[in-house]
């Protein structure tokens, strides 16, 4: 019999970069709202110790594959304590950032750069030549090095989710196929 709570390893992430969200930062008011966890019937220190355990095996991966997964899962957004608006979490930026710096994206500019990874990973339409016009470049060289990219992120991707994958089961987070 398996009691893992999740189907899948991108269910169990999703659940706990939501679950980490939630939890932070902590007001009075969030605190007397908030009555689950997601959904799993995890809260408090069992929702906790779930998403711990989660995030925790995805910090034993290499830095590239753990940005690859932060920036395709933790895609959460929340209320800016300064301004009210929505934005992503700092962990989120920074690690869209670190994918910033691969070589299939030299010479762009940043907002270019995050532009082509977040349409990747997180399935966002960014105007590719919009941006190309914007900023002077050659239509048909970012287009190429968005190819690029793109098959090295799913790379990156699939190879975190598969060492994910055997890590959650063997710890019983996921259940087994």
């Known amino acids: 019999m398996n009691n893992a709570l999740f ?10 970069f939501r679950y980490a969200q939630q939890q932070s930062p902590r007001t009075p008011m969030t605190h007397l709202m908030q009555t689950s966890g997601g ?18 095996a995805l910090d034993r991966l290499p830095r590239e594959q753990r940005y690859a997964v932060t920036v395709r899962f933790g ?17 989120w930026q920074d690690a869209r950032d670190g994918l910033c710096g691969f070589v299939e994206l030299e010479g762009l500019p940043h907002e270019v750069r995050h532009g082509m990874i977040e349409q990747i990973l997180c399935n966002r339409r960014a105007d590719i030549t919009a941006l190309c016009k914007r900023y002077c470049l050659i239509r048909s060289t970012a287009y190429r090095q968005l190819a690029l990219l793109k098959e090295r992120l799913r790379k990156l991707e699939t190879l975190a989710l598969n060492a994910l994958s055997d890590d959650l089961r063997a710890g019983g987070a996921v259940k087994r196929p």
């Open 75 to 91: 895609d959460v957004r929340s209320d800016c304590p300064c301004c009210g608006q929505l934005r992503p979490t700092h962990e």
């Open 39 to 56: 959904g799993r019937g995890l809260y408090g220190l069992d929702g906790a110790a779930q998403a711990g355990f989660i995030l925790s």
């Open 7 to 16: 189907d899948t390893v991108e269910a169990a992430l999703t659940f706990a």
